[in-house]
């Protein structure tokens, strides 16, 4: 399956330099990373979200989970959940669901991104299939995507040796 027309549309368009990766058939962040030897952190993973009744795009490390608690406090809103299938499934006609790519300006969707995926160079993700992966410099999403930063994610809690 080729990389989603829409986003390569975008990234040939703003000139960006971009990799795609095929894989083995793949769902989780953790297992794509894997399979294609990268740290799960740089898997920008997406999580969509309901935040006071809009559905909005998260984007956080692979290797952690959404915080609602910190995504209601970071956004300031009064209730925040994680959106179900049926409710975002219809903005997405062209992905498979779960291996949308974070770039939910594509999509009409206000996009949030943890500040923990500025600390890599790279940022992989889905794109738009669960067989292929882009590569993509962070600062270059960015510039494109124009997320909004917001801690999405708890710290991750070092234990004492």
Same mark, same amino acid.
């Given at each position: 399956?080729? &990389?989603?027309?829409?986003? /390569?549309?975008? !990234? +040939?368009?703003?000139?960006? *330099?971009?990799?795609?990766?095929?894989?083995? =058939? $793949?769902?989780?962040?953790?297992?794509?990373?894997?399979?294609?030897?990268?740290?799960?952190?740089?898997?920008?993973?997406?999580?969509?979200?309901?935040?006071?009744?809009?559905?909005?795009?998260?984007? &956080?490390?692979?290797?952690? /989970?959404?915080? !609602? +608690?910190?995504?209601?406090? *970071?956004?300031?809103?009064?209730?925040?959940? =994680? $959106?179900?299938?049926?409710?975002?499934?219809?903005?997405?006609?062209?992905?498979?669901?779960?291996?949308?790519?974070?770039?939910?300006?594509?999509?009409?969707?206000?996009?949030?991104?943890?500040?923990?995926?500025?600390?890599?160079?790279?940022?992989?993700?889905?794109?738009?299939?669960?067989?292929?992966?882009?590569?993509?410099?962070?600062?270059?999403?960015?510039?494109?995507?124009?997320?909004?930063?917001?801690?999405?994610?708890?710290?991750?809690?070092?234990?004492?040796?």
């Amino acid at each position: 399956m080729p &990389i989603l027309k829409k986003l /390569k549309e975008a !990234l +040939d368009e703003a000139k960006v *330099s971009y990799e795609v990766y095929n894989h083995a =058939l $793949a769902y989780t962040a953790q297992e794509i990373a894997a399979r294609q030897h990268f740290s799960g952190k740089e898997m920008a993973k997406v999580v969509m979200l309901e935040v006071d009744g809009a559905l909005v795009m998260g984007v &956080i490390p692979g290797s952690r /989970k959404v915080s !609602l +608690d910190l995504v209601r406090a *970071s956004l300031g809103a009064n209730k925040a959940r =994680l $959106a179900t299938e049926d409710e975002f499934i219809s903005r997405f006609p062209d992905c498979e669901i779960g291996a949308m790519p974070p770039f939910g300006n594509l999509f009409g969707l206000k996009v949030y991104v943890d500040p923990a995926l500025e600390q890599d160079e790279y940022i992989y993700f889905n794109a738009g299939n669960h067989t292929q992966t882009v590569r993509l410099k962070y600062v270059d999403f960015a510039r494109l995507v124009k997320p909004q930063l917001a801690r999405l994610v708890a710290e991750k809690i070092r234990k004492a040796a």
